[in-house]
């Protein structure tokens, strides 16, 4: 069942652009989270790095998609979108240093006990969950100058719809504990994760149907002109 008929474009959009707003807010209360978890520790502080850049990165994101989804072009120039071209990349080096420590850790048999399989599944989910994220964000800026480029919008919209199912991998892997590898995550992290995770992967889905939504109404109107 396509569920893009059933509700106009413009519905659509204001449920996107609501999740995702929301999804900030829960971002930037991670920042806080992580802190106060690990009393300011040093994993703490990482975590709490991660989603401060996160945050901003996100929040760029949302006002370059605003205008996107309502078909407004961006000009290069723009100061929120240059900001999102210019930081973007940090988290993305950010999370990959942090990605090549486990992979390092691992690699060096710093987890004997861990099961084998959890974690290849844990290194591949979220190696590839970093570089989606990367390909989201670049090609967000790639479209932005040219809302109706259907290329770009393709290639935005095909991430998109990867980066939906490594999200929803990523935050099973947060909430649920790997034995021999992560210690128990008590209950206060499994809610704050889970629901961060959650947001994520409905705001990326909802941000998805959005495009498909616009494409689809663009191509109606091709026709009707032709």
Do not use: C, H
Request: aromatic share 10%; proline share 6%; net charge positive.
């Amino acid at each position: 069942m396509n569920p893009i008929p059933s509700l106009p474009p413009l519905r659509w959009r204001a449920l996107a652009l609501g999740f995702l707003w929301t999804q900030v807010v829960a971002v930037f209360g991670i920042v806080a989270f992580a802190l106060w978890r690990d009393q300011f520790g040093p994993q703490g502080w990482l975590n709490a790095v991660d989603a401060f850049l996160a945050g901003l990165v996100l929040t760029w994101w949302t006002l370059v998609f605003t205008r996107v989804s309502a078909g407004q072009a961006t000009p290069p120039e723009d100061g929120t979108l240059r900001a999102l071209t210019a930081v973007f990349p940090w988290l993305t080096s950010f999370r990959a240093a942090l990605w090549g420590l486990i992979v390092l850790s691992v690699a060096g048999g710093m987890f004997p006990e861990a099961n084998t399989l959890a974690l290849t599944a844990l290194i591949t989910v979220s190696g590839a969950s970093v570089l989606a994220s990367n390909a989201v964000n670049g090609s967000l800026v790639r479209l932005a100058p040219e809302p109706e480029n259907p290329a770009n919008r393709k290639r935005l919209m095909d991430w998109l719809n990867l980066s939906a199912a490594l999200a929803l991998g990523v935050t099973v892997l947060n909430v649920v504990p790997i034995v021999g590898f992560s210690s128990t995550v008590p209950l206060s992290a499994q809610l704050v994760y889970g629901l961060g995770g959650l947001l994520d992967v409905i705001a990326t889905v909802l941000a998805l149907w959005v495009l498909m939504a616009r494409g689809k109404r663009g191509e109606g109107q091709t026709i009707k002109r032709g």
